[in-house]
């Protein structure tokens, strides 16, 4: 539900709060818990911005900024086993670009 409301939204997973029966749901525990607890959206559902999230502290772009990072998940595509290739392909496409390699697509 949260990764639904978050696309909706255009939002990250945790640049929101979900708010049910005026408690906020725990992002670590299953949201479709909470949606079958309630048969539903219950009637008092507030999102609201985490006033505590900081683009920058998301993991995908502290793993982007870092050359190294890129080089690790790169070389573990290039020796996996086909059954890891499309998860480490699935990681890749959710990090955002990396500047080095924008800079080598420039090259080009």
Same mark, same amino acid.
Not at 3 to 23: D, P
Not at 68 to 82: G, K, R, T
């Given at each position: 539900?949260?990764? #639904? =409301?978050?696309?909706?939204?255009?939002?990250? /997973? +945790?640049?929101? =709060?979900?708010?049910?029966? +005026?408690?906020?749901?725990?992002?670590?525990?299953?949201?479709?818990?909470?949606? #079958?607890?309630?048969?539903? @959206?219950?009637?008092?559902?507030? /999102?609201?911005?985490?006033?505590?999230?900081?683009?920058? %502290?998301?993991?995908?772009? %502290?793993?982007?900024?870092?050359?190294? +990072?890129?080089?690790? =998940?790169?070389?573990? @595509?290039?020796?996996? &086993?086909?059954?890891?290739?499309?998860?480490?392909?699935? %990681? =890749? &496409? #959710? @990090?955002?670009? +990396?500047? &080095?390699?924008?800079?080598?697509?420039? &090259? @080009?």
């Amino acid at each position: 539900m949260r990764e #639904k =409301i978050a696309k909706e939204l255009r939002l990250e /997973i +945790n640049e929101f =709060i979900l708010q049910m029966k +005026n408690a906020p749901v725990d992002p670590d525990i299953d949201d479709e818990k909470y949606f #079958k607890d309630y048969n539903g @959206l219950p009637t008092k559902c507030i /999102i609201k911005r985490n006033p505590n999230y900081d683009p920058l %502290l998301h993991p995908k772009f %502290l793993l982007a900024k870092n050359q190294e +990072n890129f080089n690790v =998940i790169f070389a573990m @595509l290039q020796a996996s &086993s086909p059954d890891l290739c499309e998860p480490v392909w699935a %990681l =890749i &496409s #959710k @990090l955002p670009v +990396n500047q &080095s390699v924008i800079e080598s697509l420039k &090259s @080009l």
